[in-house]
């Protein structure tokens, strides 16, 4: 007869203050519903209709801004889940700058449709396995899909239809200004071979006041200041850099110095000042006649630089003086001194000019046959407010990192819903054909990619004229050649329109990139069984006192 050893009821495995979640309803249903609730917080932002999220930052910084990148960015997800579509979708921003939203929801759509798979008892892997199945069929079928591509010489007109739709999701209604502002920038800087262009060229400058129609582009560096000194304007003229502050050198000790007469009293001051004027002719006889400091400038310094007619121009963000240092190909120096040939950089023009009642610095560099200069153009936008300006922004910088993706792989898709829709249907044909429990998967996964003409026709029209919509559109799409039609926003007919023939496309390379990144998302959350927390370090928070305590 066997001994029955009586089992322990609390084997503690790990220490006090860990969190561990397991199984089918605590683990994967609940991180599915983590991740439906941030997908839900951006799907309204979606599309040329999407509404604006007002989020306050942990600093109390407002932002207004329908950038699913942007709202993702500013408030902090702690939700383990969840923070796993931020990454993808923040792989997304780095990797192609636009289609950060489609992540978002199409991971979302494809968590909501495994739950009812799971909840039915089928087992995690065979839905990883039917939406893994149907990413690699999307991804194929997708490269059939190409309607055109930018044409090989670039010109300004192609360069504008490929950023409208990109830009016309952030800023409706102004897309046509911005994409010719960001065509106009991006062909200035373009090189001859395109796929080296670099987004870092094509910089923004936000002057308050004024309306967007006032925006232009502006050949070069423009600095939202005026020079320190007199000199104002100077031509093809050497650039010395400075990091360090450029004024008198302060001991690192506190000193005492015993003066006996007034004539040491004069030579006290009169051996400092020699020194610095030494310091400046030496600066002058180099032929150095722009001089560009990273802090503080002191008022004898500047004395010294109006007499020997330098300009002399105070830029306080590092990233700026970087940019700068390689546009004028200078090298930024720590020490007050003459720079050797090898440290000086060069500019053709630097001069101060009016925009709009602001008086702001320009450092140009013109064109050479040779191309061995680095050109750069600055989009001078105009607004009434900060938090419009910031907004304009977003959808340059959105629009230019369109392009970059645009000129490494120039081909086009049709935009408005249209290659999802074609996509849903041709998967869930490949899913129809297949044996097993993952062809379920399979065809979930073509029903999800219906949600984005579907998030686009809701926030256009609502939600019962959207549903009317999308099924017009499967209608369209059963006739032959009816490939390319998608959500009309503007419903000018019946809410369908052919987006090849309107010019509505998209970047195929970030169509794939965005179907790759939220199926791995997807996945990654699908195949977790246990979440295990440990308890967050720091100690115990100090207890809040009533308000009329003292620090004490």
């Excluded at 790759?516 to 195949?527: K, Q, Y």
Aim: glycine share 8%.
């Amino acid at each position: 007869m066997s001994l029955k050893v009586p089992k322990a009821n609390n084997i503690q495995l790990f220490k006090d203050g860990y969190k561990q979640m397991s199984g089918l309803e605590d683990a994967v249903l609940r991180n599915i519903e983590a991740v439906s609730e941030l997908s839900n917080l951006v799907r309204t932002s979606f599309g040329p209709n999407g509404r604006n999220k007002l989020v306050i930052n942990h600093l109390g910084r407002l932002f207004v801004t329908s950038d699913a990148a942007t709202i993702i960015r500013e408030i902090e997800v702690v939700h383990p889940a969840a923070k796993l579509l931020v990454m993808a979708s923040q792989a997304q921003e780095s990797e192609m700058g636009d289609a950060t939203n489609t992540v978002l929801i199409f991971a979302g759509e494809l968590l909501k449709r495994a739950e009812s798979l799971l909840v039915m008892g089928l087992h995690p892997s065979e839905v990883i396995k039917g939406y893994e199945l149907a990413c690699t069929k999307a991804l194929a079928e997708l490269e059939f899909l190409s309607t055109s591509q930018l044409p090989s010489p670039l010109t300004k007109a192609a360069l504008v239809h490929a950023v409208i739709p990109a830009i016309a999701s952030k800023q409706y209604g102004s897309e046509d200004i911005l994409a010719r502002l960001v065509a106009e920038a991006a062909m200035s800087v373009m090189p001859e071979n395109a796929k080296t262009f670099n987004v870092d060229n094509v910089r923004v400058v936000k002057i308050m006041g004024g309306s967007l129609s006032g925006s232009k582009v502006v050949q070069g560096m423009v600095f939202g200041r005026e020079p320190e000194g007199d000199v104002k304007k100077v031509t093809q003229a050497k650039v010395a850099v400075f990091t360090n502050p450029i004024d008198t050198a302060q001991t690192e000790t506190k000193g005492t110095v015993l003066i006996k007469s007034a004539d040491e009293m004069l030579n006290f001051t009169r051996g400092e000042e020699k020194h610095m004027e030494k310091i400046f002719n030496e600066l002058a006889d180099s032929g150095v006649r722009v001089i560009i400091a990273g802090t503080s400038i002191g008022e004898l310094a500047l004395h010294y630089l109006n007499r020997n007619q330098i300009l002399v121009l105070k830029v306080l963000s590092k990233f700026d003086l970087r940019r700068l240092c390689r546009v004028a190909q200078a090298t930024p120096l720590a020490r007050l001194g003459p720079p050797t040939p090898e440290e000086a950089g060069y500019v053709d023009v630097c001069e101060t000019v009016e925009i709009g009642g602001d008086r702001v610095t320009v450092l140009r560099q013109e064109p050479d046959g040779a191309g061995v200069k680095t050109r750069t153009a600055t989009i001078v936008l105009r607004g009434a407010t900060q938090n419009h300006l910031d907004d304009l922004e977003r959808a340059v910088d959105d629009g230019v990192a369109s392009l970059k993706a645009l000129l490494k792989d120039p081909r086009l898709v049709p935009g408005a819903g249209a290659t999802e829709l074609a996509l849903a249907r041709r998967v869930d044909t490949y899913g129809a054909g297949l044996r097993g429990l993952a062809q379920h998967a399979v065809r979930r996964f073509a029903s999800a990619l219906e949600v984005i003409p579907r998030t686009l026709a809701e926030n256009a029209h609502g939600g019962a004229e959207g549903n009317e919509i999308v099924a017009r559109l499967l209608a369209r799409h059963e006739k032959a050649g009816g490939e390319s039609w998608g959500v009309d926003v503007e419903a000018e007919t019946d809410g369908t329109i052919n987006a090849a023939e309107r010019n509505i496309v998209d970047s195929l390379a970030a169509k794939a990139w965005a179907i790759r990144l939220a199926t791995e998302a997807a996945v990654s959350v699908l195949s977790v069984d246990s979440i295990i927390m440990s308890r967050p370090a720091g100690g115990p928070k100090v207890p809040q006192q009533a308000g009329n305590w003292d620090e004490d």
